[in-house]
């Protein structure tokens, strides 16, 4: 009887290769997964950046904006009985991004040429989170652009917001030059500036400065008791200002020592 004999069974090479192949293969395409999904994860990253970007630069101009003319608000100060009754008076509300507000009075001549200055100038200043007080050298550039960019110390005036102090050019000894103003009142976060051509004579020209000051009313303190405190209690201390301008005590002598020390 024939006898059949099986295949004997051999453990050949090929089969481990095949199996470090498939692993090989798993390794790779783990990587090659990890590589895609960092990749992912970078670009998500830089999408978001640059959506950042984009968003702070829209941004800035408006953050540079700095002062706006106010178009919608209203008036909140007013000059009562005004000595400029033969003046163009024009009333202009400025805007800051971050709070604050200024109110600025002028009065021109009628006859006024383009490019003089105006015969007045009453700054009421309510500062936000861009405080930035005014300084002398800011008062000069408004008196006039072209002119230079200081001023001294002219003595002092008192006034129903007390004290104020005056400043004038350099050197000006010219009795009919203009005077310039500047009242700081910290408990009520409010800056009054501004200057005066009216006048022959230095004397006249600091009445006139005290009257204009002791006229500035109220019309409306918004949502800020403080400011409407100040002006209750400086009313009380409001002297008569007549056409030849205030009382004699009401503006302390134009021989007063000038103030030292930075404004």
């Not at 050298?137 to 008192?158: F, N, Q, T, V, W």
């Not at 000006?172 to 009142?185: G, M, N, Q, S, V």
Request: contains cysteine; aromatic residues 8%.
């Amino acid at each position: 009887m024939r006898s059949f004999r099986t295949t004997p069974s051999y453990n050949t090479p090929i089969h481990p290769a095949l199996t470090s192949f498939a692993d090989e293969c798993c390794a790779t395409l783990a990587r090659l997964f990890a590589y895609v999904g960092t990749l992912a994860l970078i670009a998500i990253v830089g999408v978001h950046q640059w959506d950042q970007l984009q968003m702070r630069e829209a941004a800035e101009p408006a953050a540079k904006a700095g002062w706006s003319v106010a178009l919608r608000s209203y008036p909140a100060f007013a000059v009562s009985q005004s000595d400029f009754l033969e003046k163009t008076a024009t009333y202009e509300i400025l805007r800051h991004p971050e709070g604050g507000r200024k109110d600025i009075m002028r009065w021109a001549a009628k006859d006024e040429k383009p490019g003089e200055m105006p015969v007045a100038e009453l700054e009421i200043y309510r500062p936000g989170g861009e405080f930035n007080p005014s300084r002398p050298a800011d008062i000069a550039a408004r008196m006039d652009p072209k002119g230079g960019s200081e001023l001294e110390s002219a003595g002092i005036i008192d006034s129903k917001f007390g004290a104020v102090t005056l400043l004038r050019r350099p050197g000006d000894a010219d009795p009919r030059a203009c005077l310039a103003f500047l009242k700081r009142i910290d408990e009520s976060s409010l800056q009054i500036s501004g200057w005066s051509c009216q006048g022959d004579a230095l004397p006249a020209r600091r009445a006139a400065i005290s009257c204009l000051l002791s006229r500035l009313i109220l019309l409306t303190a918004g949502n800020e008791p403080k400011l409407a405190e100040l002006f209750a209690r400086a009313e009380l201390r409001r002297a008569a200002c007549g056409p030849a301008g205030p009382s004699p005590d009401w503006v302390t002598s134009a021989e007063n020592p000038l103030l030292r020390g930075g404004l």
